[in-house]
Structure formats: structure tokens, C-alpha cells
């Protein structure tokens, strides 16, 4: 048993027993002897996992799926059988001097161990030894002369960069294990976070960042170009220079628009610092965010344009698909590409409202996919991260409820899919935000017993909502009005016939 201290902080929370009263972080838990459970004691991180009432701790499983619903990243390793097999490559861990703390082992079939010297041979108890960032002599010196250091995820990769001639580290034991006082090595320095491309990669990359932000000279993460980490993107042929931005954005958008855009879909959370002053020069310097057409017809004064994320919200057969089709084909036209993704209207029904409303074949930048049941929420990211070109994309979901009702995976216990509906509007928020417009979304919702759309969530968060409803005695008419919007004043925008043969939305005049 290992009691957390400064050295071997909490593999969960990131904190130990020495942290100073009134700060609501100290951990006075351990790591259990077999090394495979972290006995946590904030309930914060505890999720689903019952207090041991004995230790007055949670214990997370650091090997494959944990309670709590986060996976710590540890790797299963048969001792016995790591032990007896070959050895293929050896890493030594020295303190500041050269002397050997500790060497990771590396077996095959693949497996890690860590092991100490222990007089004419050596023991796997690391208990009580310091953990240090891998070649720490060399480390020192060069955040000392504020060089260049990477940091990569395991040996083999810093390795991999010190063959050509690059200053570059690591910590021993996998993503989950980097620790936060290995940041004050790297103090100084400009140091350069190599991700693995993987969800484990990312969290680990947040913990360097997180722990070396204030204390080196910058701070930036790259990731492949190629395969998943640094030795794949070297073996395929691309140059360190060629590491792929991952943080700072800008980074990125200036080597490569289209590849920040994607980034952009596939992550919506960021390395670094979420929370943001907002510098009223530098925004208002920008170009206003880009609009497509709503494809209303009949006239000025009517509603012109949508933007950002804009929610179409109404009952069933209230022309919601007729608009967004209108509006898709328009937008197609107007120089945008656009990706429909319907989840509710037959194939047959829906090509044939497309056709006729385009008299013919649909726009080259068009595309309509039909979403089925067992689709998941990745799946439908990288549908939208492999569409993206130096084009503004326009998504347009048909429909939500739908869509995130087909989805595969979902908590049974969120009968309404409320849950994966705000995730998914919180993303598409984020996307919108951060490509400033380039990426947007056109949503439509079925609106609850009150008339409102589906979990009010949306009607908050969007940009622009706007309401369709049929008239009472007329069924073809259909009543349009803004519910909530940045640059539209609220109210209605008009009725509008229906006019099948050409799937068109035409405004009555009066």
C-alpha cells in the first residue's frame, strides 16, 4: 500500500494528504500493493462508487472500465507471464545526478514493467522511490538554456526524437500516470506535447498542459499526421516540423484551414484554458459570421437568411422538411457545401421533394444521408469531421428527436434522450462558436404538449428559432414566426402556402 504524497499524488484527483486546509482538494487515500485499484477519498470523483466504509475512501479500478464512468488508462499485465518472457527494450530513469532510480521494461508479448535495482539483482516494488520524467539530466539542462523539449507518451517515441537529435521526454507507466510535479523540470523551456491520437492521449496531453502552462516559456500540442503517435508519423515519412497543431487553434488554422475545421467537429472540448476574456478589438475586427438563405419565397421583408445553430421547431406535418429542404438546396447554391441527414422521411418521399424543388438534379454539394437505427453520435462526428473542405458546411439534422432516438448506446435510464440531446446541441454550439459560423446547423425539432421545442434546451442555446405551425382549417398554410433570435426581431415573419409539384414555401400576401 503507497499513501498519496507530493511525489505519488492521486491517480484520480491529482492531489495527496499535504495539501494545505481549506482548499476542499486534500486526498488522504492509496494505491493498493497489486498496484491495480486507487483508493480515492474525494466523493466528487467517486461517481457511482460506493464509500468503503474501513478506509472512508472510493476505489477506482485502474484497469479497464471504472465505476466512477472513467476509464483510468491502466494496462493488464499477467506478472507472471511479463516475467518470464523476452525483454526487448529497457528505459532508465535517473535523478538529476545519473544515478539509476528505476528502469521501465518493455516485453514481448507486450507488456511493461517497472523495476528498481535491489543489490545484485532487481525488485518490482517501487515503493518510496521518486517518479521523474525520463533522461531528467539532459531535462534540466535544457529547460535550463530555455530550449526545446517534446514530451511525448512513452519511451519508444522520445527515442524516436532523440535519434534526431531532438531534447525529448516522458513518464514512465502509460497516460494515466503523468504526475504534476513533473512540470517543474520542464520550467522555462518551450516545450512541445506530442498526443497520441486516442482518448487516453488527449486526457494525458491535458495533464501535461495543465502542468506546465504557468511554468514554461510556451506550451504548444501536435499530434501525428500519420498512424496514432510519434514513431507512426516518423515512419511514414513526415518531418518533426510536420507534427500536426493541436493547441494553440490558430496554430492549426494557419497551417491548415480544412484540418482545423475537422479538428474542431471531432473535439469540442479544448486542451487548453475554456474560460476566456473576450477582446472587444480583436472581435469586432472579425467578419460577420456567414448566412445561408431559408429558401421562404415571396417577396422582402421576410425572414432573408438563417445563421449559426437555428432550430426549426413545430408539430409533425407542420412543413418543417419543406423548408429545410428549401433552405439546404439554397444554401448548396449559394456557395455552401451541405450535409442532410435524415432520420425520419423515407428515402423515396424525400429524394422526390428535392427533386422536384431543384426541377431536376440536386447541387454537386449536396449531400443527403439516410440515418438509421444503430447509428452512434461518433459515427455521425466523423460523417460530418469527412465532409468538411475549405467551404462553409451547413448539417442540417432531420430531425433531432429522431436522430438521437436511433442512436445506439443510449442510458436506458433517459427514457426521453434529453441527455445525448444536449450534448449533442452543446457540440454543435461549440463547433459553431470556435469555426465562427463556418461550420453551422440547421435542427429540427417536434415541439412538446406545450408547444415548446423538445427539452427547452435548444431554445436557449441556438441562435435562431423559428416556429412552423399548419392553420387550423387550412392544412397547406403554414404560420411562421421567430421564437428567439440574435439579429431578427421576435414575431411573425408571415403564412406561407405549400405548393407540393414544386415542394416550395410561398408567401400569401396580406
Not at 16 to 22: D, E, F, V, Y
Not at 327 to 355: H, I, K, N
Not at 453 to 468: E, I, N, Q, Y
Amino acid at each position: 500500500m503507497t499513501r498519496h504524497d507530493a511525489k505519488h499524488p492521486c491517480k484520480v484527483c491529482g492531489e495527496h494528504q499535504s495539501i494545505p486546509q481549506g482548499l476542499s482538494k486534500r486526498c488522504w487515500g492509496f494505491l493498493s500493493e497489486d498496484g491495480q485499484w486507487e483508493h480515492c477519498s474525494r466523493e466528487e470523483f467517486a461517481g457511482a462508487i460506493p464509500l468503503h466504509a474501513a478506509s472512508q475512501t472510493y476505489a477506482h479500478k485502474l484497469i479497464g472500465d471504472c465505476a466512477c464512468g472513467v476509464s483510468h488508462g491502466g494496462e493488464i499485465i499477467d506478472l507472471s507471464r511479463a516475467r518470464g518472457s523476452e525483454i526487448v527494450a529497457t528505459y532508465d530513469y535517473t535523478d538529476a545526478d545519473g544515478n539509476l532510480l528505476y528502469q521501465v521494461v518493455r516485453k514481448h508479448p507486450k507488456a511493461f514493467l517497472q523495476r528498481r535495482p535491489q543489490g545484485s539483482g532487481w525488485s518490482y516494488d517501487l515503493s518510496g522511490v521518486d517518479r521523474v520524467l525520463y533522461r531528467l539530466p539532459a531535462v534540466r539542462k535544457a529547460a535550463t538554456a530555455e530550449d526545446l523539449i517534446y514530451v511525448t507518451e512513452g519511451e519508444k517515441d522520445a527515442d524516436a526524437l532523440w535519434s534526431l537529435g531532438y531534447v525529448a521526454t516522458t513518464n514512465a507507466g502509460g497516460s494515466s500516470n503523468w504526475l504534476p510535479h513533473y512540470g517543474q523540470d520542464l520550467a522555462g523551456a518551450d516545450v512541445v506535447v506530442v498526443c497520441d491520437r486516442d482518448e487516453p492521449g488527449i486526457a494525458w496531453a491535458r495533464k501535461v498542459y495543465a502542468s506546465t502552462k504557468d511554468l514554461a516559456k510556451s506550451v504548444r500540442v501536435v499530434e501525428a499526421r500519420a498512424g496514432k503517435d510519434t514513431s507512426d508519423h516518423l515512419a511514414a515519412g513526415y518531418t518533426v516540423d510536420q507534427f500536426l497543431p493541436v493547441w494553440p487553434r490558430k496554430d492549426l488554422l494557419k497551417s491548415d484551414p480544412v484540418e482545423w475545421k475537422r479538428v474542431v467537429v471531432l473535439r469540442s472540448q479544448v486542451i487548453g484554458d475554456p474560460c476566456r476574456q473576450i477582446d472587444r478589438g480583436e472581435v469586432m475586427a472579425r467578419a460577420k459570421e456567414p448566412t445561408w438563405p431559408t429558401g421562404l419565397e415571396g417577396g422582402s421583408g421576410i425572414l432573408p437568411n438563417f445563421r449559426g445553430v437555428t432550430i426549426l421547431t413545430g408539430a409533425p406535418s407542420s412543413g418543417k422538411s419543406y423548408l429545410a429542404i428549401a433552405s439546404s438546396v439554397q444554401a448548396a447554391l449559394f456557395g455552401w457545401d451541405v450535409l442532410y441527414l435524415a432520420s425520419e422521411m423515407g428515402d423515396r418521399p424525400l429524394m422526390e421533394r428535392f427533386t422536384v424543388y431543384c426541377d431536376g438534379d440536386l447541387p454537386s454539394t449536396l449531400s443527403v444521408i439516410s440515418v438509421t437505427f444503430g447509428a452512434s453520435i461518433e459515427a455521425l462526428v466523423n460523417l460530418v469531421a469527412g465532409k468538411v473542405t475549405e467551404r462553409p458546411l451547413l448539417v442540417v439534422m432531420d430531425s433531432i428527436s429522431s436522430f438521437i432516438d436511433q442512436a445506439a448506446g443510449q442510458n436506458p435510464q433517459d427514457v426521453h434522450g434529453i441527455g445525448p440531446l444536449k450534448q449533442w446541441t452543446m457540440w454543435a454550439i461549440n463547433v459553431r462558436r470556435t469555426t465562427e459560423g463556418q461550420i453551422a446547423f440547421l435542427v429540427l425539432s417536434e415541439t412538446n404538449r406545450e408547444g415548446h421545442t423538445k427539452g427547452r434546451f435548444g431554445d436557449h442555446k441556438a441562435d435562431l428559432v423559428v416556429s412552423m405551425a399548419s392553420d387550423d382549417k387550412q392544412k397547406q398554410i403554414k404560420h411562421v414566426c421567430i421564437v428567439k433570435g440574435w439579429e431578427y426581431q421576435g414575431g411573425a415573419v408571415g403564412d406561407f402556402s405549400v405548393n407540393a409539384r414544386t415542394a416550395r414555401l410561398v408567401r400569401i400576401p396580406g
